[in-house]
């Protein structure tokens, strides 16, 4: 990777040591992009602020992966593997596919994303020995596909709402995150009796239109509606159309909501979406680590962070602690390996990696899978139980 550049701090000669962060600068995600960058570039704004970290100042350097395509992930990752001075590459996704975790353990640089772990799981578990550089700061996705059921189920018996035929319509994007997580959702449904009265895949990418899907929803009325395309213009057209003609039916987003602009774009229409995380921040005061980070993410830009700008805080902090005690930046091997021991309080729980995939462990007393539902143009956490801040209300397009 070359010499590391020397820059003037103060009155003294500083190490400097570059950020590589891949982010969607442009295209349909790029919101979620904007928080990769601000995200890690607070956590160096703080640590050069201390003086850096065992001699070493931190600048970030970014790569345009556009719409996750795989030539433009090939060419964002080419271009920060050839630039200087870059140890660590953080990203909250760049492919869906994580292909590029093969590049990353080539170059053996150090590669932390938060993108669809199994994916990750899936390349790294062939070889846990071979990946040492790379680890997932996204815990296991499996309660994506099969937390959403009960969490149903359990608001209907608490009398929120009648569950009486149990039928539930599910629209995909055909892409690895979206498609993956459906998928999962329908065994999960028919293993608990449901009957899936739509099934629809739409083709990755902005989409101009739902309402021809949702007419077909409409003609068998489902008590639930779900839709895992994450991309947040989409979710917010499709629940802005949904709203023209409501069926009664409760209805689940994939991430989308998560992101700020998604309840930009849908003001009051979105009051009564549910949706879920697994690796949300959590901003609750029983965990102090995630009200810290949140706290600060806000004090420096003005409003509140998704899923990425606290996560991406996160994994350069993670890079920190492990350039703290190896001491040398371009020893990537070591700094992979430091990486992979992190145990402690994250902003999204409590983080520790399976060695055996590299992929943070879930659970509630690790990654929990969190529920909220937009009230009042704002998420609130309905669940789990240890980290809630509110109770489900009846979306005003339900009735009893």
Known sequence: MGKIARIMSGSALADLVKIGVLAPLTGPTASDGEEFVKGVELAVKEANANGGVAGYTFEVVTADVVDHSAANVSSAVERLLSTDDIHIILTGYASLSLFEVELMAEANMPYIPAGPSPQFAAIVSKDPGAYDCCWSFTADFKGYETDVTPTIEALAEAGHFELTDRTVAIISSDNPYSKTISE??????????????????????????????????????????????????????????????????????????????????????????????????????????????????????????????????????????????????????????????????????????DPETHVARQGNDNVPVTFFQIQDGKGVMIGPEKFKTGDFRRPDWMTQ
Do not use: C
């Open 184 to 353: 999962g959702m329908k065994v999960a449904f028919e293993e608990s009796g449901w009957t899936i009265t739509t099934d629809e895949l739409v083709p990755f990418g902005p989409v101009s239109d739902w309402r021809s899907i949702l007419a077909r929803v409409r003609e068998n009325e489902p008590e639930v509606v779900i839709n895992t395309d994450y991309i947040p213009s989409n979710a917010a057209l499709f629940t802005n159309q949904f709203r023209e003609n409501p069926t009664n039916s409760v209805v689940f987003l994939q991430y989308a909501p998560l992101v700020p602009e998604f309840v930009e774009l849908t003001k009051e229409n979105s009051n009564g979406v549910l949706y879920n995380a697994i690796g949300a921040t959590l901003d609750v005061p029983k965990h102090p680590r995630g009200q810290e980070v949140a706290a600060a993410y806000r004090a420096e830009y003005g409003n509140s962070s998704g899923t990425y700008g606290t996560s991406l805080y996160e994994m350069a902090t993670i890079y920190f602690e492990a350039l703290e005690e190896v001491g040398d930046p371009t020893d990537h091997t070591a700094i992979g390996q430091a990486i992979g021991r992190t145990k402690r309080p994250v902003v999204s729980g409590f983080l520790e990696f």
